[in-house]
């Protein structure tokens, strides 16, 4: 079944940086493209940002820009968030998000457990 495990999450001071990392299993990764989301309390889900099966292309919300690097590595099946430059507005919960997958006659998306992010000093 589709697994998706993602760490790296943790505290860190305004200015500071951290690695995300999600591994995947279930289908095949190196076949679809990749996100990943973050929520905040309050707030809803946002896309982040998502790279392309070859990792060729990707795409950035605006709110990361120059700040946040995604990336991904085909032959371990993970994709990887590399976040600089963090803001107190950083702090959600990341996601990794599967593409959507056709099983039992139908379209499904999974999910991640999520990893926290704390920006705090």
């Known amino acids: 079944q589709v697994q998706l495990v993602e760490s790296g999450g943790g505290l860190v001071q305004p200015g500071g940086s951290l690695r995300l990392s999600c591994v995947a299993a279930?289908?095949?990764?190196?076949?679809?493209?990749m996100s990943w989301y973050r929520q905040a309390p309050g707030k809803e889900r946002e896309l982040v940002a998502d790279?392309?099966?070859?990792?060729?292309?990707?795409n950035y919300a605006e709110f990361v820009k120059g700040r946040f690097t995604i990336s991904r590595d085909n032959a371990k099946s993970t994709v990887y968030l590399q976040m600089n430059s963090l803001k107190p507005e950083d702090t959600a919960i990341y996601y990794c998000?599967?593409?959507?997958?056709?099983?039992?006659?139908?379209?499904?998306?999974?999910w991640g457990q999520g990893t926290q992010v704390t920006v705090s000093s």
């Open positions: 998000k599967s593409p959507a997958l056709w099983e039992s006659f139908t379209w499904k998306t999974y």
């Open positions: 279930g289908f095949t990764f190196s076949s679809y493209t």
């Open positions: 790279i392309s099966n070859a990792g060729g292309r990707t």
